[in-house]
């Protein structure tokens, strides 16, 4: 049985960046630490490629260095990931596989990954977002299937470091997956200071989210 208290925490999250391919690594790299922490790792290469081929459409059609975001959050317990910039003319185009614009060929392989996908139009921005099918049986829930029936999320850092006493034969230790937790949280501060962030303040700041989230927990039971 899954207890409230064994809930995977998936806060929706997002990063402003300017559209350049030099950002697409990066990006990457912060979706795979993202989704391996919501214990979602099987989608993360479907939304590393989604969020490519988004970022890559606003570079090509709207121009290098535009101003976007990036959001990503739960619907359900389909993952959503949408992409915002300023230009509303350049709308995304599905085409087929064997047609020349290459627009037409990225939107292709996102609608082959996703469930479903769409344009927001906004006053002075549109949002182009899709949806990606999870197995999950509740939106803070666990993935499907066998493991799912426990409180252990499919992913070592959850399933190991949150329930050290189901550590046994076959599954990791807690060293190892307290290191692996350290090697995740040390790509994202590698990516903050490449973007000119300072790691040591980001790191203050999550302490505090940490210990505030901690005490309104305390204070709710």
Known sequence: MIYASDRVRRKPWSLAFEAEPREVAGLRRVLRLHLTL???????????????????????????GTPVKLAVSMNGTRLRIELHDPDTRALPTLLGADGEAE?????????????????????????????????????????????????????????????????????????????????????????????GCDPDEALDRAQTHFEGELDEAGSAK
């Not at 479907?46 to 969020?51: D, H, K, N």
């Not at 292709?108 to 990606?132: F, N």
């Not at 350290?182 to 490449?194: E, F, T, V, Y």
Request: proline share 4%; aromatic share 4%.
């Open 103 to 195: 627009s037409g060929r990225g939107m292709t392989l996102v609608d082959a990954l996703t469930d479903r996908w769409g344009v927001i139009l906004r006053e002075d921005s549109k949002v182009v977002w899709c949806e990606l099918l999870t197995d999950l049986t509740g939106p803070g829930g666990h993935n499907g299937g066998p493991r799912g029936t426990n409180t252990e999320v499919s992913h070592p850092v959850y399933g190991a470091a949150c329930h050290p006493r189901s550590f046994g034969s076959g599954r990791l230790s807690a060293a190892l997956a307290e290191e692996a937790a350290i090697n995740l949280i040390a790509d994202l501060l590698h990516w903050l200071r490449a973007h």
């Open 38 to 64: 919501w214990g979602l790792p099987d989608l993360v290469e479907s939304a590393q490629m989604c969020a490519t081929e988004l970022t890559s459409n606003v570079i090509k059609h709207v121009g290098v």
